[in-house]
């Protein structure tokens, strides 16, 4: 059942529901069975997306979006989640550094990406909410990252994404790291704006582009 669609639809449904109980007990189940830690949270984030249209909608509150957040870390922390994450910790395929851009304290769209990443053995290095353009600069100046993710929820996050690539531009690293911008409101148009390599409106979606890209990455190398 665990690769069915109707297993899809059930947990994805208890995820727009906020349906706690059933979400943690259901991809527990599917843990168990051997179902991979990826394709689970694909799902999560489908559910994630449908509460995401309700609040858009008015039919949701922000309190419901941080209920939504709430249990996807809650299905991170499932143990043979956790063991997947500490077994793969020394396999890690590329480095990213997360972060919601200056001016948003949004994280739960940042968070869903990173634990889609850290499902597919990436080490990623994260900043938090309201980062300055100057610490974006100052760790990826430290850690050397192969990819720089950056988040905004709020419209006028465009902006401070911009600033964050100049900052990197004026630097002369602009080059040295893959730019991937975050948000619902991002259309290629702003992503060519801002001056990102490529953005995603999903955390499915951009989690595949950064695969994509550390793939290209390692086979140049």
């Not at 997306?49 to 309700?54: C, P, W």
């Not at 353009?133 to 465009?158: A, N, Q």
């Not at 964050?164 to 290629?188: C, F, M």
Request: with cysteine.
């Amino acid at each position: 059942m665990n690769n069915s669609n109707e297993f899809r639809e059930i947990l994805a449904k208890h995820v727009e529901e906020l349906n706690e109980d059933k979400v943690l007990e259901l991809a527990a189940l599917a843990l168990d069975k051997g179902m991979e830690p990826q394709p689970l949270l694909e799902i999560i984030n489908e559910g994630m997306n449908r509460v995401g249209k309700l609040y858009e909608e008015k039919n949701y509150y922000i309190a419901d979006l941080i209920m939504a957040g709430i249990i996807f870390r809650d299905v991170l922390e499932l143990d043979k989640m956790a063991e997947h994450f500490k077994s793969d910790y020394n396999r890690k395929i590329g480095r990213v550094i997360l972060g919601t851009v200056q001016g948003d304290i949004h994280d739960i769209g940042k968070d869903i990406f990173k634990g889609m990443l850290e499902a597919n053995a990436f080490e990623v290095i994260d900043l938090g909410v309201d980062v300055s353009k100057e610490i974006f600069l100052h760790r990826v100046m430290e850690d050397k990252p192969d990819i720089l993710g950056l988040s905004g929820v709020l419209t006028y996050t465009i902006e401070s994404m911009k600033e964050v690539v100049d900052t990197l531009r004026e630097a002369g690293l602009r080059d040295k790291v893959k730019i991937i911008v975050g948000a619902s409101h991002i259309t290629p148009e702003s992503c060519k704006y801002i001056g990102a390599d490529d953005f995603a409106n999903d955390a499915s979606v951009g989690n595949r582009i950064c695969i994509q890209w550390i793939e290209n990455i390692n086979r140049e190398k």
